[in-house]
């Protein structure tokens, strides 16, 4: 196309050159049909474009919808949801047949007008040309001549025409594109200090968060975490606990306060260098396509192939691993579904051993193993979390009686601290919750 352009703007210019070396009069009226074109071409544009934009972001909602059906098939299929899904589609997919059919109509319009303005051209010159010759003023071969270079004249325009669909479609993708390019990336301190040996003194100093500035969710929030100590957070859905470790490990940033480590402002130093004191081991597993032994190594990409192997052996995933076709060397597909849930997360905790940070993140580390696995997971955590500062977010209360300082989240704010037996001698919120998971069905 960017060929195509010069070579267009080239001939527009040499044949210009010529028609006003055989008749400047001609030429003049010649040029008038260029301001024609444009007018029409503003206006088809003007009038298009809105139906180019519908139709890359019904594209985009298709694509997404296909891929969300796909993905999430056998949910549709044990809700016996296949006929709304089906309807879905078909609505979505009717929106994008009628904002296509629409634009790629005023499309078919810039052909056939480039091609009346064209033959407007080879009017006035026929016309004009003539009572130019009758007046003896040009020849009957000038005329001809002049008629040429008018064909090459439109020539151009109408290349013009036949790529206006394409220019219009390639405008409104690189639209959504750079409306995606102009979000504010997240910016990094200048001269971020580096962190020394962690030991791990984790402190939330008046901390205020929401999602949304006008809804806050973590309300003055204050805490002091010392080095090796278990902190556990507990309470409902929605109470802000996971909030709490999204603003430790930097996913987002306080609209107030701070958040030190060993008394450094987190703020202070880059997302990288924050990030590496923190292992994680979250609810919600993540596997990439590769091997085994590449996804627990992940986190430490220089480790040894033994050490590799004690990390998932103190996991207690090694008997499932070695069970799989070819071991460690087994490729976990992209969707990772060759893998079963609790699998994924002793292969999640394999990982986080491995990294071996100075400070731990559990996040329902163990909500999808079974009750024997956990019990020894569980053995393995109290290995890990020795001498580390750790924090554990669970539902199950029972995994957390030792940790030395639990957290009672509600909305956002500490509603109880304290250990096991101090809080259950309170007989507040954290005792109703323990209680209410022990009680006689």
């Known amino acids: 196309m960017f060929t195509q352009l010069i070579s267009g ?10 028609m006003f070396t055989i008749s400047p009069l001609m030429a003049g009226l010649v040029l008038l049909v260029v301001p024609v074109s444009i007018v029409l071409a503003r206006i088809i544009f003007t009038g298009s474009q809105k139906f180019f934009k519908a139709q890359q972001q019904q594209l985009g909602a298709l694509s997404g919808q296909v891929e969300e059906t796909f993905s999430g098939h056998q949910v549709v299929q044990a809700f ?24 790629q109509f005023f499309t078919s319009l810039m052909h056939p007008l480039m091609t009346f303005v064209g033959n407007l051209g080879y009017l006035l010159v026929v016309i004009f040309g003539a009572a130019q010759a009758a007046m003896g003023r040009i020849s009957v071969g000038d005329i001809q001549a002049f008629i040429q270079y008018v064909r090459n004249f439109m020539q151009p325009l109408m290349s013009f025409a036949q790529v206006t669909g394409q220019i219009q479609t390639m405008a409104a993708a690189a639209e959504r594109v750079f409306e995606f390019m102009d979000v504010q990336e997240e910016t990094e301190p200048h001269d971020a200090p580096k962190l020394g040996p962690v030991k791990g003194r984790v402190c939330f100093e008046n901390v205020r968060f929401g999602y949304d500035p006008g809804t806050i969710v973590i309300h ?28 430790l490990m930097r996913f987002y940033e306080p609209l107030s306060g701070r958040i030190t480590l060993d008394g450094v402002d987190l703020a202070t130093l880059t997302r990288k260098e924050a990030r590496s004191a923190f292992g994680m081991v979250l609810q919600d597993t993540w596997l990439f396509s590769g091997t085994i032994m590449d996804n627990i190594r992940y986190g430490r990409p220089d480790a040894t192939d033994e050490e590799v192997k004690a990390a998932a052996a103190a996991a207690h ?28 997360q002793l292969l999640t905790i394999a990982r986080a051993m491995l990294a071996d940070k100075p400070v731990l993140i559990l996040d329902e580390a163990t909500s999808n193993v079974d009750t024997l696995t956990e019990h020894r997971i569980q053995e393995a955590m ?34 109880e601290h304290g250990t096991h037996e101090e809080l259950m001698r309170k007989g507040g919120r954290y005792k109703e919750l323990y209680e209410s998971q022990f009680a006689p069905a």
């Open 80 to 103: 016996r949801q296949e006929g709304a899904a089906v309807a879905a589609f078909e609505k979505t997919n009717g929106a994008l047949y009628e904002s296509a059919w629409k634009s």
């Open 220 to 247: 003055d929030f204050s805490l002091c975490v010392q080095p090796g100590q278990t902190c556990a957070i507990v309470g409902e859905t929605g109470s802000g606990k996971t909030t709490l470790i999204k603003l």
């Open 9 to 18: 703007l080239a001939t527009l210019v040499g044949v210009t050159v010529m």
């Open 317 to 344: 995933a090694e008997h499932f691993i070695l069970t799989q076709p070819g071991g460690y060397q087994m490729v976990i597909n992209e969707a990772a579904d060759n893998v079963s849930s609790g699998q994924k």
């Open 382 to 415: 109290r290995r890990l979390m020795k001498g580390r500062t750790s924090f554990v977010i669970a539902h199950r209360l029972s995994t957390i009686k030792g940790a030395d300082l639990i957290l009672v989240m509600h909305q956002g704010e500490i509603a």
